[in-house]
Structures are given as C-alpha cells and as structure tokens.
C-alpha cells in the first residue's frame, strides 16, 4: 500500500510507494526494451495481458476484454495509488499522512500499435477527449477523491513505459500543490481586478499576436509569455469556464483538431521528440470559479531538469516563446 505524506515547510505531498520494493540496483539501468506487437499488452488480441477494462468504446455485440474497441481504459498495472480502502488520515508528531488511495488508469487510444495517435484522425483524437470528460464524471461520484489529472507521457525520456498511444490519469484524495498554486494566483488576481487572469491573458494574446500560435472558434494555441521550456504551449477554450468536464461537442472537435496541429508541429520540427502534456481544471469540490480557467499544457522534453532549477525553482528557457512561436507556425 502506498503512502501519502505531506511536507510539513511546503506542504506539499508525495506518493511513497513501496508495492515494486525497488532495490538499489533496480535503478541502475532504467532501459525499458521496445515493445512489440507481439507483446504489446495494448494491442488489439492481447486483452488478457492487462487488468480487466474499466471502460471501452467498442463494437455493439463485442464482450468486455476481447477485440472489437476503438479505445480502452484499463487500470494501470502498477499503480501510483490503489483503489481499495480507506483514506485514514493521521498525524505522526509534527507529520501529516494519509493511506495512498487514489485511481490510476491507462487510456489506450487505438486497437492498432500505433506509436502516437496525432498521426490519426481526427475523429480518434476527439473520442480520446471524450473518454477523458467520461473517466473524470464518472470518478467525481468516488467522494475519497478531490482531483484528476489526466496526462500524457510520449516517450521513454517523458516517462512512458510503452511505445502504444496511451494517456493516463490519476485521481488524488487532494488537490495537488502546481493546481493550488494555479488557483491561489488566479484568485489573488481575480480579487485585485475583478477579471480572470486567464480571459486576459487570452485577451492580450490575440491582441498582440507575438506569442499565438493558431485560433479556431473555440479555443486558442500559445506560447506562454514566461515559458519554462523551449516550444512549450498552451491550449485555452475561449469561453471562460473552468471546469473540463463541461466541455461541448462542437469544442470537443475544435480541440481535437488544435491538438493535432499543436503536436504536428512540434513532431516536424523534432521528429524523434518526446513530451507531456496534461489538462488542469477546477477540483471535483468546486468546478465553478469565476477566476480559474481549465487548459491543457504542452511539455516538450528537450532540455533536462538541472541544479539550479530543482534548488530555486527558477527554469531556464533557450527559446524564447517570441521564436518559438515562429518555428511552430512555419511547420503547419
Ligand atoms: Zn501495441
Ligand atoms: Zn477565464
Ligand atoms: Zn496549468
């Protein structure tokens, strides 16, 4: 069973997990071998190889566990947290724990070993989108949960264990320290202006158009004024909302279509790129804020993590959003 135990100087949590009992040298050589059809737990006719499904959009007349789907969602085999049990919170002298409860699910987003479903359809990418909103609603009735972070890890150096198109997500008893820090400085601007920090950013982009990358109906692609890494992008819906889970048909294709092009470019310009990207929206507790606005962020892992970033929490970026901006338009 894993274990929740929250900083006592930052408050901030972290998932201790003993379940793999990890020895010294496990971490000697972290090579995960390509995987293979063949061996592909995610393929389409390997459906034993994995934990029962949870959920998938398949063929009408297709049983649970066998062919016929389009997307599945499995938990993970390894789980940060488990599902089972009681959350037990409890204090340990000046230390605050609790059990590491929690959901942690694999969205296999095509039947076929297809190593990124951007190369797709549309259509594809845009029942991914709605598997997310249906995992997120259906575990908002789970009341041990406060958040979902759905994500993406493309790629070994982004943490991926396997080559088949997937996301993930992992429900948490509590809100994680990035999303309140996210929601403390929206509200802190909402308080002094009366306005989403968000709205207005949104705003000033398209006002400016140094930093914006492309605008459809519904949302918008860009930049961020101060981003951490090179070619990092963000995807806002243009309604101010802030809940993910309220997202409307006629977005959901907008979106689909945006992502597609956000990763198509960042593909041409570095083929062999890996990234994350990971949707923030409202806690399961309070979806409706008139000062948060849900997006997704987009991760390229070009650049490593180093000293100076973990010790001050300062990142340094090469390329400026400004260039950025330029590449990625080029390669529409
Ligand atoms: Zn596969
Ligand atoms: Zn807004
Ligand atoms: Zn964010």
């Keep these: 069973m894993a274990e929740l135990r929250k900083d006592p100087v930052i408050g901030r949590w972290v998932i201790v997990s003993t379940e793999r009992g990890r020895r010294p040298s496990d971490f000697a050589d972290e090579q995960v071998p390509t995987t293979e059809a063949v061996t592909c737990p995610f393929c389409e006719g390997n459906e034993t190889m994995t934990p029962p499904e949870?959920?998938?959009?398949?063929?009408?007349?297709?049983?649970?566990?066998?062919?016929?789907?389009?997307?599945?969602?499995?938990?993970?085999?390894?789980?940060?947290?488990?599902?089972?049990?009681?959350?037990?919170?409890?204090?340990?002298?000046?230390?605050?724990?609790?059990?590491?409860?929690?959901?942690?699910?694999?969205i296999v987003e095509t039947p076929h070993h297809i190593e990124d479903v951007f190369s797709l359809e549309e259509r594809v990418i845009e029942e991914v989108i709605w598997v997310y909103r249906e995992r997120m609603k259906d575990l908002m009735k789970d009341p041990r949960f406060e958040y979902v972070l759905v994500f993406k890890n493309k790629g070994k150096a982004a943490g991926a264990s396997l080559d088949h198109s997937h996301s993930q997500l992992i429900a948490t008893p509590i809100?994680?320290?990035?999303?309140?820090?996210?929601?403390?400085?929206?509200?802190?601007?909402?308080?002094?202006?009366?306005?989403?920090v968000f709205c207005d950013i949104i705003q000033q982009e398209l006002d400016l158009k140094q930093r914006l990358l492309w605008v459809t109906e519904h949302f918008v692609s860009l930049c961020p004024f101060a981003s951490r890494f090179p070619y990092e992008m963000s995807i806002l819906p243009r309604r101010h909302c802030s809940d993910f889970k309220e997202i409307e048909e006629h977005e959901v294709r907008d979106l689909a279509a945006l992502l597609k092009k956000c990763i198509g470019a960042l593909t041409r310009i570095?083929?062999?790129?890996?990234?994350?990207?990971?949707?923030?929206?409202?806690?399961?507790?309070?979806?409706?804020?008139?000062?948060?606005?849900?997006?997704?962020?987009?991760?390229?892992?070009?650049?490593?993590?180093?000293?100076?970033?973990?010790?001050?929490?300062?990142?340094?970026?090469?390329?400026?959003?400004?260039?950025?901006?330029?590449h990625l338009r080029q390669m529409e």
């Design 54 to 106: 949870i959920y998938a959009c398949r063929k009408d007349g297709t049983k649970p566990n066998t062919p016929g789907w389009q997307i599945r969602v499995i938990p993970n085999k390894y789980p940060a947290l488990g599902i089972e049990g009681e959350l037990h919170k409890r204090g340990q002298g000046i230390y605050d724990m609790m059990n590491g409860i929690g959901a942690h699910e694999v």
């Design 175 to 196: 809100v994680p320290k990035r999303v309140e820090e996210e929601l403390e400085g929206s509200r802190n601007y909402f308080n002094f202006k009366k306005r989403c």
């Design 270 to 326: 570095i083929p062999s790129i890996t990234y994350n990207y990971i949707i923030h929206t409202s806690p399961y507790s309070y979806p409706h804020l008139d000062y948060y606005h849900w997006h997704l962020e987009i991760i390229p892992r070009l650049t490593k993590v180093a000293g100076f970033e973990w010790g001050t929490g300062f990142y340094i970026n090469h390329v400026a959003p400004e260039e950025a901006v330029k």
